[in-house]
Protein backbone atom coordinates (compact mmCIF):
# COMPACT_ATOMS: atom_id res chain seq x y z
CA UNK A 1 0.00 0.00 0.00
CA UNK A 2 1.19 3.51 -0.85
CA UNK A 3 1.63 6.02 2.25
CA UNK A 4 -0.66 8.90 2.07
CA UNK A 5 0.70 11.97 2.95
CA UNK A 6 -1.38 14.44 4.89
CA UNK A 7 -2.54 18.40 4.05
CA UNK A 8 -0.64 21.02 5.92
CA UNK A 9 -1.91 22.15 8.92
CA UNK A 10 -1.07 26.01 8.80
CA UNK A 11 -0.88 28.86 6.72
CA UNK A 12 3.46 28.65 7.14
CA UNK A 13 3.86 25.45 5.97
CA UNK A 14 1.36 25.42 3.19
CA UNK A 15 3.54 29.03 2.42
CA UNK A 16 6.93 27.13 3.04
CA UNK A 17 5.75 23.96 0.59
CA UNK A 18 5.03 27.12 -2.30
CA UNK A 19 8.58 28.62 -1.35
CA UNK A 20 10.37 25.34 -1.31
CA UNK A 21 8.54 24.47 -5.06
CA UNK A 22 9.25 28.02 -6.39
CA UNK A 23 12.90 27.86 -5.43
CA UNK A 24 12.86 24.37 -7.25
CA UNK A 25 10.89 26.04 -10.05
CA UNK A 26 13.47 28.94 -10.58
CA UNK A 27 16.24 26.71 -10.40
CA UNK A 28 15.27 24.26 -13.26
CA UNK A 29 14.18 27.65 -15.37
CA UNK A 30 17.93 29.05 -14.84
CA UNK A 31 19.26 26.86 -18.11
CA UNK A 32 16.31 28.82 -20.19
CA UNK A 33 17.78 32.06 -18.42
CA UNK A 34 13.83 32.64 -17.02
CA UNK A 35 13.68 34.49 -13.59
CA UNK A 36 10.24 34.19 -11.38
CA UNK A 37 10.65 36.15 -8.59
CA UNK A 38 7.06 36.92 -8.00
CA UNK A 39 4.55 34.89 -6.81
CA UNK A 40 1.97 34.64 -9.07
CA UNK A 41 -2.24 35.65 -8.40
CA UNK A 42 -3.12 32.91 -9.14
CA UNK A 43 -0.80 30.47 -6.63
CA UNK A 44 -1.62 33.70 -3.89
CA UNK A 45 -6.02 33.03 -4.62
CA UNK A 46 -5.38 28.99 -4.45
CA UNK A 47 -3.61 29.46 -0.95
CA UNK A 48 -5.83 32.06 0.81
CA UNK A 49 -8.28 29.68 -0.42
CA UNK A 50 -6.70 26.34 1.45
CA UNK A 51 -5.95 28.51 3.90
CA UNK A 52 -9.28 29.70 4.35
CA UNK A 53 -10.84 26.31 4.18
CA UNK A 54 -8.10 25.25 6.80
CA UNK A 55 -9.40 27.70 9.20
CA UNK A 56 -12.86 26.50 9.30
CA UNK A 57 -12.35 22.87 9.44
CA UNK A 58 -9.80 23.71 12.42
CA UNK A 59 -13.72 25.76 13.73
CA UNK A 60 -15.87 23.00 12.86
CA UNK A 61 -13.73 20.54 14.33
CA UNK A 62 -13.30 22.25 17.86
CA UNK A 63 -17.24 22.16 17.58
CA UNK A 64 -17.85 18.88 16.81
CA UNK A 65 -14.91 18.03 19.75
CA UNK A 66 -17.04 20.19 22.52
CA UNK A 67 -20.50 18.27 21.37
CA UNK A 68 -18.20 15.26 21.81
CA UNK A 69 -17.63 15.83 25.41
CA UNK A 70 -21.11 16.96 25.99
CA UNK A 71 -22.33 13.44 25.29
CA UNK A 72 -19.54 12.28 27.10
CA UNK A 73 -20.63 13.77 30.51
CA UNK A 74 -24.48 12.77 29.24
CA UNK A 75 -23.36 9.22 29.48
CA UNK A 76 -21.88 9.72 32.58
CA UNK A 77 -24.98 11.07 34.30
CA UNK A 78 -26.74 8.08 32.39
CA UNK A 79 -24.39 5.48 33.96
CA UNK A 80 -24.62 7.30 37.20
CA UNK A 81 -28.58 7.32 37.07
CA UNK A 82 -28.36 3.06 35.86
CA UNK A 83 -25.85 2.57 39.25
CA UNK A 84 -27.70 4.32 41.75
CA UNK A 85 -29.20 2.77 44.62
CA UNK A 86 -32.18 5.25 45.08
CA UNK A 87 -34.39 6.86 43.50
CA UNK A 88 -32.86 10.54 44.69
CA UNK A 89 -29.71 9.46 43.22
CA UNK A 90 -31.41 8.34 40.25
CA UNK A 91 -33.21 11.62 39.56
CA UNK A 92 -30.29 13.73 40.34
CA UNK A 93 -27.93 11.82 38.07
CA UNK A 94 -30.53 11.96 35.08
CA UNK A 95 -31.04 15.94 35.83
CA UNK A 96 -27.65 16.17 35.60
CA UNK A 97 -28.08 14.67 32.24
CA UNK A 98 -31.06 17.11 31.40
CA UNK A 99 -28.68 19.71 32.21
CA UNK A 100 -25.99 18.63 30.10
CA UNK A 101 -28.08 18.32 27.36
CA UNK A 102 -29.66 21.55 27.01
Known sequence: MSKRL????????IEKIV?????EHEHEHEHHHHHHH??????????????????????RLEAQSAEIARLYKVLAHL????????EEEKR??????LAALE
Open 19 to 23: EEVSS
Open 79 to 86: VEALAADS
Open 38 to 59: EESPELRMVIDSLSAKLTLMEE
Open 92 to 97: RALNGA
Open 6 to 13: GFPKKRED
